[in-house]
């Protein structure tokens, strides 16, 4: 009797189509976004630099121009950082945890059988050392073998 063939198991380095085209979805999305904040920066330091108001104003103005994106890229830092903890978690649940159990069901299964070669081979052939030990020892005093 033969065992059913498994499939092979897809290699982690191979990517799902699907899981791709979102790749390439959200790398268009963050250039655009990326190119709409840098056209933004270069729009609004055009427009203060072409008015006449005093400097200071215009170095304060940038300044919150520039905390304002900072804060920005922060937030979709931050957006980012969720959605990798958020695989992560999934990858732990999904794949490290079934691995574990499995490791752990093996190391049962060998505790058993050591145990069972220990109680059925190891221990007899001791035994049966231990009474050729004692019936050479017997033949020695007897005289019937020399040492």
Do not use: C, W
Not at 49 to 76: H, K, N, P, W, Y
Not at 77 to 88: F, G, P, R, S
């Amino acid at each position: 009797m033969t065992l059913p063939e498994t499939p092979p198991a897809a290699s982690p380095t191979e990517k799902d189509p699907q899981t791709a085209a979102e790749q390439r979805k959200m790398m268009i999305g963050l250039a655009t976004a990326l190119i709409l904040i840098v056209l933004f920066i270069g729009i609004s330091a055009f427009f203060l630099f072409t008015t006449q108001e005093g400097t200071t104003t215009r170095i304060r103005d940038i300044f919150i121009i520039f905390m304002a994106l900072e804060s920005l890229v922060i937030g979709v830092a931050l957006i980012i950082l969720i959605a990798q903890v958020a695989t992560l978690i999934n990858l732990l649940q999904n794949e490290v945890r079934p691995i574990l159990e499995a490791t752990n069901e093996t190391v049962k299964t060998l505790r058993g059988t050591t145990a069972f070669l220990g109680e059925h081979l190891a221990e007899p052939v001791i035994q049966l050392n231990a009474y050729l030990a004692g019936l050479q020892r017997l033949l020695e005093m007897v005289g019937l073998k020399k040492k």
